[in-house]
């Protein structure tokens, strides 16, 4: 105990951002032999609370009843002394644990009361919110470092994945993505309906890049759909909206079109590999899927000048459907569609004749169609590609 003066002295504790002042009388165990500290509560005199910029606050006198009731104990809540505790003459802990104040300084009833608020979710609120700012500002190194030191979770990947695209790191952002895709395919999986109104969202509001991203992992969801027929129908969905985002971002060139390219093409190809990994689906819907799924691939490869790849995509469904159907191959209006799409190919490609010859073919199949969803899609399909044959006889006679 301090000695002399006027005033009775107080003797200071400083716990995380509190300081307890006890009246001069309270016993404390010597720290030498090992022993704790018990204080009742009648004993503390004031409790000091540092203010921000002023680590010297006044002291605030306290009355004992308000004293929040986790610290308040009773007479008949003495805690019993083991025999390492002989010698402490006051056995009613009150206000700080006598384990935490002797064993570990940092923490206290008040700290572990704090830790179990469930603080954690408004500072993650509020670490995104600052995140997504940084991202809108088009701050991505910035953003990228914040993400990189919070722990891993379905936003971080998200963003992560969002940055990655904007550097020009193609190969992470793919990681990424994955992740986001394994995180979302777990046991607490969303509802795919929810996470398709979102795509569509972004790509109302131009968002292309996050619509992509989603795409991806709705391609996933779709694949642990209960229904197969179900599964291969919403995988096919996805490749023909991530068809027109890659699209749409081609079109807008730059950054936007190297994106588009190393990313998204990687993406709707594994939609692909997702669709044929489905089992149990009806023959005829599968083969109708996979056909369709083939030339939205196709498509994309053409976006990006890719017209021996995209050819080969489109190869790839006439045989599918050629091998599944044999004679009746021709009667699905999909491929009549393959067959217009491997002559636009052969005419970006400068091959005119062998363009003509696939248009040609492209119209007798759409004749022989019998499983057209509406008259009006049978006679625009027709208008294209006798629109598409007469441009190429043009061609031919330059």
């Known amino acids: 105990m301090a000695e002399g003066g006027s005033q009775p002295p ?19 165990a010597g720290d030498n032999v090992g022993q704790k500290t018990d204080v009742r509560a009648a004993e503390i005199g004031q409790i000091v609370v540092p203010t921000v910029g002023n680590s010297q606050a006044e002291a605030t006198e306290l009355q004992h009843d308000s004293i929040p009731t986790v610290f308040k104990n009773s007479e008949e809540d003495k805690v019993k002394r083991s025999s390492s505790d002989k010698g402490s003459n006051d056995q009613t802990p009150t206000g700080p644990s006598p384990r935490d104040v002797t064993d570990n300084p940092g923490r206290s009833d008040v700290t572990d009361n704090l830790g179990r608020m469930n603080l954690t979710e408004g500072m993650h609120f509020v670490t995104y919110e600052n995140i997504r ?30 940055c990655y695209c904007q550097l020009g790191r193609p190969d992470k952002a793919l990681r990424c993505i994955e992740a986001l895709q394994s995180i979302m395919t777990s046991s607490s999986r969303p509802s795919v309906d929810d996470v398709i109104k979102l795509v569509d969202d972004y790509i109302a509001d131009s968002s292309h890049i996050r619509a992509l991203i989603l795409l991806s992992c709705c391609a996933k969801l779709y ?5 197969p027929n179900s599964s291969v129908v919403g995988i096919m969905y996805c490749s023909w909206k991530c068809w027109n985002v890659i699209k749409s971002l081609a079109r807008e ?3 936007m079109k190297v994106i588009a390219r190393d990313v998204g093409l990687i993406i709707i190809t594994d939609m692909l590999r997702e669709l044929r990994s489905v089992s149990g689906a009806d023959k005829n819907t599968m083969v109708d899927m996979e056909a369709g799924c083939l ?20 190869n790839e469904g006439l045989d599918l459907i050629n091998q599944s159907f044999g004679s009746n191959a021709i009667e699905y209006n ?37 499983n057209w969803p509406s008259d009006k899609v049978k006679q625009a399909s027709i208008a294209t590609t006798k629109q598409n044959l007469k441009d190429t006889r043009n061609k031919m006679k330059k």
């Open 334 to 370: 999909v491929y009549g569609k393959l067959l217009n799409n491997i002559g636009t190919a052969y005419e970006k490609l400068g091959d005119y004749s062998k363009a003509e010859s696939f248009y040609l073919q492209s119209l007798d199949a759409y004749e022989k169609v019998e």
């Open 253 to 255: 060139g730059g950054k």
């Open 223 to 227: 694949k642990f759909g209960s229904n």
């Open 295 to 314: 030339t939205h691939v196709g498509f994309c490869y053409d976006e990006f000048g890719k017209y021996k790849e995209a050819i080969g995509f489109h």
């Open 133 to 162: 700012r940084l991202i809108n500002d088009s701050k991505f190194v910035d953003a990228l470092i914040t993400l990189q030191d919070i722990p891993t979770s379905q936003e971080q990947q998200f963003m992560l994945s969002e």
């Open 10 to 28: 107080v003797i200071n504790v400083q716990l995380p951002a509190i300081i307890v002042n006890y009246k001069e009388g309270t016993r404390f």
